[in-house]
T-cell receptor
Framework: EAGVTQFPSHSVIEKGQTVTLRCDPISGHDNLYWYRRVMGKEIKFLLHFVKESKQDESGMPNNRFLAERTGGTYSTLKVQPAELEDSGVYFC??????????????FGPGTRLTVL | AQKVTQAQTEISVVEKEDVTLDCVYETRDTTYYLFWYKQPPSGELVFLIRRNSFDEQNEISGRYSWNFQKSTSSFNFTITASQVVDSAVYFCALNDYNTDKLIFGTGTRLQVFP
C-alpha cells in the first residue's frame, strides 16, 4: 500500500510569488492534515479535512494560505503571495478514523519551501 | 494549555550505547494519546508508537522501549544498543482529544557515531 505522497519535494520561490503544494493521502483515508515546521521549531498543525470538508483550520496562519480537497481525495495548499516567514517544511498526514487520537496519523515526506 | 517538551536538543552517542530521549507533556484531558515519530535524514516522519492514557504498561519493540509514567507526565523513549541507522530527529507528540490535531515537541536530534 502506497504511503502519503507530497509534491514537490522542494520549492524555491521569490517573495510575492505563488506556490501550490500537493498531498495524496493513503487510499481510503478520509482524514487529511497539514502541518508545518519552521526552521528549528516544533511541527505545528495547520488544518484538518474530513473528506472534502474543513474540520479544523485553526492553525492556518493567515488568509494568504488556502487549502482545498476537492472530491475528498488529494489536497492542495496554496500560498499567495508568499512571504519570507512562510519558509519551512510542510507535512501532510492522513488517517482512517478521526477523533481523539483513535487512529494514527501517517505522514508524507514533506515539501521544503524556501522563499527568497 | 497542551504542551510537549523535549528538553534535549541534541544527543550524541557511540554505537552500542543505550540512549534515552525524554518527553514531558501537559494536558487537562483525562483521555489522550501520545506518539513518537522518527525523522531520518531523508525527511519523512516515520510513526513509531501510539499510546493511550489508560495504558501505562511499558512497551518494548526490538531495541526500542517506551516508559509511560502518568505521575510525572512523561513518555520517554529508550534505544538499546544504538546503531548508526538510529541517527535521526525524534519527535514526541500529544493528541488533542477534542480537535484531533497533534501537538509536537521541538524534537531531539540523535547522532550515533560508529
Amino acid at each position: 500500500e502506497a504511503g502519503v505522497t507530497q509534491f514537490p519535494s522542494h520549492s524555491v520561490i521569490e517573495k510575492g510569488q505563488t506556490v501550490t503544494l500537493r498531498c495524496d493521502p493513503i487510499s481510503g483515508h478520509d482524514n487529511l492534515y497539514w502541518y508545518r515546521r519552521v526552521m528549528g521549531k516544533e511541527i505545528k498543525f495547520l488544518l484538518h479535512f474530513v473528506k472534502e470538508s474543513k474540520q479544523d483550520e485553526s492553525g492556518m496562519p493567515n488568509n494568504r494560505f488556502l487549502a482545498e480537497r476537492t472530491g475528498g481525495t488529494y489536497s492542495t495548499l496554496k500560498v499567495q503571495p508568499a512571504e519570507l516567514e512562510d519558509s519551512g517544511v510542510y507535512f501532510c498526514a492522513s488517517s482512517h478514523i478521526a477523533g481523539g487520537g483513535a487512529d494514527t496519523q501517517y505522514f508524507g515526506p514533506g515539501t521544503r519551501l524556501t522563499v527568497l | 494549555a497542551q504542551k510537549v517538551t523535549q528538553a534535549q536538543t541534541e544527543i550524541s552517542v557511540v554505537e552500542k550505547e543505550d540512549v534515552t530521549l525524554d518527553c514531558v507533556y501537559e494536558t487537562r484531558d483525562t483521555t489522550y494519546y501520545l506518539f513518537w515519530y522518527k525523522q531520518p535524514p531523508s525527511g519523512e516522519l516515520v510513526f513509531l508508537i501510539r499510546r493511550n492514557s489508560f495504558d501505562e504498561q511499558n512497551e518494548i519493540s526490538g531495541r526500542y522501549s517506551w516508559n509511560f509514567q502518568k505521575s510525572t507526565s512523561s513518555f520517554n523513549f529508550t534505544i538499546t544498543a544504538s546503531q548508526v541507522v538510529d541517527s535521526a530527529v525524534y519527535f514526541c507528540a500529544l493528541n488533542d482529544y477534542n480537535t484531533d490535531k497533534l501537538i509536537f515537541g521541538t524534537g531531539t536530534r540523535l547522532q550515533v557515531f560508529p
